[in-house]
């Protein structure tokens, strides 16, 4: 059974029985993201970012799984239906193993907190269901991976948390997770905002009195 044939099959199951599945059915050790674009269709943003987002967590990984958050996260904004992944993005992979840690019948922290978020999960239509939410999504997931690829301490989690949430509502077209989804990943991009913004400042602070400092020697 192909990639395809088990998306068609379970397309309401939820997001981590139905990774599970593609994982264990699917040949070879890596699959990759285009693989994965083209097997879950309209479905395929959410369920794309959500597995760019976790690994994006691990320290040393959130700028090579940031980029293509970024181009996810624009062409949502620009109004994509699907995604349309470059050939260098599109051949990018995840091992079928960390795919497998993903599912509900995985013990591992992440299966168990996907888990319990699961359960508020389900299909509710509503406002943030439209296109118009789409595109909001969109922008936000773009400025969130622009906050995992910039580097800066604790900067990583808020927004990718809220990016997570957004995902999983994107993926059950569960209007309300959504919301709350944009609402979290609007305060995680606040907050690594005035993070980096507070960095900046005061290495702009510590280059003009280091400067000072020469001027004053010479």
């Not at 168990?112 to 922008?139: C, L, Q, S």
């Not at 400025?143 to 990016?163: D, H, S």
Request: aromatic share 8%; proline share 7%; net charge positive.
């Amino acid at each position: 059974m192909t990639i395809e044939d088990l998306a068609a099959e379970h397309p309401a199951a939820p997001i981590s029985r139905l990774v599970a599945e593609v994982a264990t059915q699917c040949p070879g050790e890596r699959i990759t993201l285009g693989e994965m674009s083209e097997a879950f269709g309209d479905r395929a943003f959410g369920l794309l970012i959500l597995l760019l987002c976790l690994p994006g967590l691990l320290p040393g990984m959130a700028s090579v799984f940031g980029t293509p958050m970024l181009i996810l996260g624009v062409q949502m904004g620009l109004g994509f239906r699907k995604p349309k992944l470059p050939g260098f993005i599109a051949r990018q992979s995840l091992r079928r193993t960390d795919l497998l840690r993903l599912s509900a019948g995985s013990d591992t922290r992440i299966s168990r907190a996907i888990g319990k978020i699961e359960r508020w999960v389900r299909p509710r239509p509503g406002p943030f269901t439209g296109p118009h939410a789409d595109k909001a999504v969109g922008w936000l997931t773009a400025y969130a991976a622009l906050m995992l690829i910039l580097p800066g301490p604790g900067t990583n989690g808020p927004p990718a948390f809220g990016t997570i949430v957004m995902a999983l509502g994107l993926v059950e077209n569960d209007s309300k997770v959504i919301g709350l989804g944009m609402a979290l990943t609007f305060l995680g991009n606040l907050f690594a905002t005035v993070v980096l913004g507070a960095l900046f400042w005061y290495g702009l602070e510590g280059v003009a009195y280091l400067w000072g400092q020469f001027g004053s020697g010479s």
